[in-house]
């Protein structure tokens, strides 16, 4: 069982928006460096959030992360058939020098 | 460009023993934390390991005591000594580079070495 919730799925037209949403069990998530990776079956993860809201270079502004209280959200707007993959939440507690994931998002485009 | 390559990976059995290594270019290695991260089959990602850029470490909690993750600053090479391997430790482990020198955000991530612990 992950220290961090996602739903298992999410799916959406495309063009549609989907959210994914990652919440902590024992902690509050709000203090913790949180990110946001794409994965593809065997590729490399790919980081699209980090510090909870910002994008690295070379991603497209149709993913935005936010955080609300305990939790944070991974938006893709505009979604396209490309963007089929599972989506991970990571949180990183810099003082206790731990990591955890997310189970992970599955994202359909129908 | 940052490239991270994993080798060491391979078929061992329970109990046994295997080290993992990355391979780092690109950027300047002694300045970022890095990361192990596997891929369990049915379960995900998960984090194993991290060493920040003055070699504080930190690790799961599913392999504290079995795994000790070093680095070589000369070689910008990072390692996974992996002892007392268990059936659920099978999985594609990844390196990563982080954004900082803090154990904080994995940013750049290997192809993956495959490890399978199995008799």
């Known amino acids: 069982q992950s220290v961090l919730t996602q739903p298992p799925s999410v799916s959406a037209a495309p063009g549609q928006k989907v959210t994914i949403s990652c919440s902590g069990r024992?902690?509050?998530?709000?203090?913790?460096?949180v990110s946001w990776f794409q994965h593809l079956p065997g590729t490399a993860p790919k980081l699209l959030i980090y510090d909870n809201n910002t994008r690295p270079s070379g991603i497209p502004d149709r993913f935005s992360g936010s955080k609300s209280g305990p939790s944070v959200t991974l938006d893709i707007a505009g979604l396209q058939t490309g963007d089929e993959a599972d989506y991970y939440c990571?949180?990183?507690?810099?003082?206790?020098?731990?990591?955890?994931f997310g189970g992970g998002t599955k994202v359909t485009v129908l | 460009e940052v490239q991270l390559v994993e080798s060491g990976g391979g078929l061992v059995q329970p109990g046994r023993s295997l080290r993992l290594s990355c391979a780092a270019s690109g950027f300047n290695f002694n300045d970022y934390a890095l990361h192990w991260v596997r891929r369990v089959p049915g379960k995900g990602l998960e984090w194993v390991s991290g060493?920040?850029?003055?070699?504080?470490?930190g690790y799961a909690d599913s392999v504290k005591g079995r795994f000790t993750i070093s680095r070589d600053n000369a070689k910008k090479s990072l390692f996974l000594e992996m002892r007392s391997l268990r059936t659920d430790d099978t999985g594609v482990y990844y390196c990563?580079?982080?954004?900082?020198?803090?154990?904080?955000?994995?940013?750049?991530w290997g192809q993956g070495a495959l490890v399978t612990v199995s008799s």
């Open positions: 990571g949180a990183w507690d810099a003082n206790l020098n731990v990591g955890f």
């Open positions: 990563a580079k982080d954004r900082y020198p803090i154990i904080a955000a994995p940013e750049y």
């Open positions: 060493i920040s850029w003055k070699n504080v470490v």
């Open positions: 024992n902690s509050n998530i709000g203090n913790l460096y």
